[in-house]
Structure formats: structure tokens, C-alpha cells
């Protein structure tokens, strides 16, 4: 199971948002290049950067996030505001993968077009999901769709690899989806990072369990509670 560190960013600076709320943030640093390093420094496997600016379409981060995959040798996958094509595949030069989530429930045609260009390694369906129901456009909007069934649907689409996120468990330290976490890594093809509310080594331990691809670590990370080599170990 793959150990990531999340760097979101905000206005340049690394920040964490309570349930996905740009209204309830903590600033942690203001050097989202030393904090790669940093992580990359403590044995994470790869890093998850997500443009929370791009996300809520108020800016971009491109240029920095240029500069820090410049400044680290381990693999970066890039979130947050990628809703067309052509960010996709810039942002897709720079990084290891891309993560894809608003797009991926508005525009099959094109998230076809990006699978064969790209092949479905490169590509992470971010399904995003309050209590089992998809949510796009930086969490704000609810869609109907049901999770599992929107695994399913990219799976018979020939992608493989998928960020999953309880939104009400994200930022809050309360632990993370295990039952939803479970559903989706049944599903056979399906490669699942699991992301919202770890806060501790039981939560790693949990999740890994369940037979992650991998789990994001966020809050918990910045705030002390847990350790980079220590979720190594259980991983």
C-alpha cells in the first residue's frame, strides 16, 4: 500500500479545508516546496498536490506545482480544477498522473479521448462522494450518481485507478469510510487510494485491510498525529 502526503494549496500557500470549506482552513506552511521535500525526505511513496484554487476556479497553482515535481525525484499526481482537455494534458506532461473528477462525470467523450491518449495509469478518477453519492465541482454540487456505480461505469470504460473521498469524513480526524472504502476495492480492476479522516496508525492498519491501492495522508500528517515511517511500517 502506497504511503501519500497531501500538499493542497491556496493562494501559494499549503493548507488544509474542514470538509472541503475554503472558509474553514488552517494555514501550515507557506513553502509548499520545502514541505515536498520534506515528505519526500521521509520515505512518502508519492505526493498528492491539489490546486484548491483551481478547484473553486478563483486561480491557479500550475506554475508552482511546476516547480515543486522540479525540486522532488517521487511520483506526483496533480489535482483540482483539471476540466478540460487541454490542462489535462498539460498538467499530464509535468506529473506522474493526473486526477480527474468533474470532468470524468461531465464529459465521457473526452475523458475517452484522454484514455487513449494517456492510457488509464496515468489517469485518476477522483470519485468524490458524500455518503455515497458523487460530488463535483470542488464538492459543491451533488449529482444523484451512486459511487459504486460510477466505479463500475469507468471500470467497463478501461480505467483502473481511483481516489476515493468521503467528504464529510475529510479534515475532521474522525476516521475513515471503511465501509464504502470496502465496496470499492471488491470491485475487480480496481485500484483504490483511500483519502478523508485518517488520524491515526488503526486507521492505516483499517484501511489497509481493506486492500488500498493506497491512503492519503492530510491533517493528521500536519498536525503530528501520525507519522510518515510509522505508516510505512504498517503498509
Known amino acids: 500500500m502506497k504511503i501519500i502526503p497531501a500538499i493542497d494549496i491556496m493562494d501559494g500557500m499549503v493548507v488544509r479545508l474542514y470538509k472541503g470549506d ?15 521535500k520534506k515528505w519526500e525526505q521521509n520515505g512518502a511513496d508519492m505526493l498528492h498536490i491539489v490546486d484548491l484554487d483551481a478547484t473553486l ?16 525525484s517521487i511520483p ?16 499530464a506532461q509535468i506529473s506522474t498522473r493526473v486526477v480527474i473528477g ?39 454540487k451533488e ?3 451512486k459511487l459504486i456505480d460510477a466505479i463500475k461505469k469507468f471500470l467497463e470504460m ?11 469524513r475529510d479534515g475532521t480526524l474522525e476516521g475513515p469510510d471503511l465501509k464504502f472504502l470496502e465496496q470499492a476495492c471488491n470491485l475487480k480492476n480496481a485500484n483504490v487510494i483511500a483519502s478523508g479522516g485518517i488520524s491515526n496508525i488503526k486507521d492505516i492498519q483499517d484501511v489497509k485491510e481493506k486492500k488500498s491501492f493506497g491512503v492519503i495522508l492530510g491533517k493528521a500528517l500536519y ?3 501520525i507519522s510518515i515511517q510509522e505508516a510505512k511500517k504498517i503498509a
Open 158 to 168: 478501461g480505467f483502473s485507478e481511483f481516489l476515493l473521498t468521503n467528504v464529510n
Open 223 to 225: 498536525e503530528n498525529k
Open 143 to 145: 449529482t444523484g450518481i
Open 22 to 36: 475554503p472558509k474553514q482552513k488552517t494555514i501550515y506552511s507557506d513553502n509548499p516546496i520545502d514541505i515536498a
Open 57 to 72: 476556479g478563483i486561480g491557479s497553482n500550475l506554475s508552482l506545482i511546476k516547480k515543486i515535481i522540479q525540486n522532488v
Open 102 to 140: 468533474t470532468l470524468a462525470f461531465k464529459d465521457t467523450n473526452t475523458m475517452e479521448k484522454i484514455l487513449q491518449n494517456l492510457g488509464p495509469k496515468k489517469i485518476v478518477i477522483s470519485v468524490d462522494h458524500k455518503d455515497g453519492e458523487i460530488v463535483t465541482h470542488g464538492w459543491q
Open 76 to 91: 506526483i499526481e496533480v489535482a483540482g480544477g483539471l476540466r478540460d482537455e487541454s490542462i489535462v494534458m498539460e498538467t
